[in-house]
């Protein structure tokens, strides 16, 4: 399977407009699963060329051009190889490269992305091409470009750790939902609330936060958590409640591990 992956790498390489291909996700990593996808970020620069795009994926096939899947996560395939799922995933390299220099700046956006329940934070693109692994490189730009983001952002590290504010509020706000026995509001700002918090505690540690999916789980083992930080999120948000009373405790909980998490971070 591998040996497919690589020649389907360097396919997609030859198509113009594409720069260079990474493998990404669990499988660069070494974390995967016999069953995980094969995640293929497809980099390209300037005009794509969709229809060699497409006449390489297949008839059966559809490929999604830029800005077909959403703002962030803008376009690609999924496809099926030997009966396991691999995944193209376009990625406008110049706009991962200005994303990569607000990064140094201690600059970052979160967008609304589907499939990012919590947002599309940008330092996800550098955080790519760091935790990547380089398939298919002609002109080197992208090993170029590892080599840059192997060395965590001190400025975007500061950032991200100032950004727990934002919990806080969030906690605020949860309290008077829950006053109103509001649960979906509840829920949602315990939520975000959660979500700030790890991508401040993934950045105080120097470590690339990719999304939603296994955060809560890697976060809880770095240094500088509150105790029990997986437990009790899991409890938190596990069974927010149903009526004002529940919900009120719920978030006076999640107040106490908001206020933790922050003394921590601060410190």
């Known amino acids: 399977m591998h040996a497919l992956i690589e020649q389907m790498a360097g396919r ?9 291909v990474m493998l990404g996700g669990s499988r660069a990593r070494g974390a995967h699963r016999p ?18 795009l497409r006449e390489l994926a297949g008839p059966e096939v559809e490929v ?11 376009g690609g395939a999924w496809l099926q190889v030997d009966g396991v799922a691999v995944d193209w995933i376009l990625r406008d390299l110049d706009r991962v490269e200005r994303v990569w220099a607000d990064c140094r700046e201690g600059r970052y956006e979160v967008g609304v992305q589907a499939g990012h329940p919590l947002g599309f934070w940008s330092p996800c693109y550098a955080g790519e091409v760091a935790l990547g692994r ?15 983001t192997a060395t965590y952002p001190e400025p975007l590290r500061a950032a991200l750790t100032a950004g727990v504010w934002e919990a806080e509020f969030l906690v605020g706000g949860a309290a008077k939902g829950a006053a109103r026995g509001d649960t979906l509001y509840v829920a949602l700002c315990l939520s975000r609330a959660v979500g700030v918090l790890v991508q401040a505690l993934y950045a105080r ?9 296994g955060a809560l789980a890697f976060a809880a083992q770095l240094s500088g958590v509150p105790v029990e ?9 596990g069974a927010v409640g149903e009526g004002p009373e529940e919900l009120t405790q719920t978030v006076e909980r999640a107040r106490k591990l908001v206020e933790e998490a922050v003394a921590a971070l601060r410190s």
Not at 205 to 213: A, P, T
Not at 229 to 237: A, E, Q
Request: negative net charge; proline residues 7%; glycine residues 16%.
């Open 12 to 20: 997609l390489a030859e198509v113009p407009g594409v720069v260079g």
């Open 35 to 52: 069953d995980s996808d094969w995640d293929l970020g497809v980099y390209y620069r300037g005009e794509l060329d969709l229809a060699a």
């Open 64 to 74: 999604a051009g830029p800005g077909g899947w959403g703002p962030w996560v803008n």
């Open 134 to 148: 380089v398939l298919a490189d002609p002109a080197g730009e992208l090993a170029a470009l590892q080599a840059q």
């Open 205 to 213: 540690n120097r470590h690339w936060c990719l999304n939603e999916k």
């Open 229 to 237: 930080f997986g437990p009790r999120v899991r409890g938190l948000l």
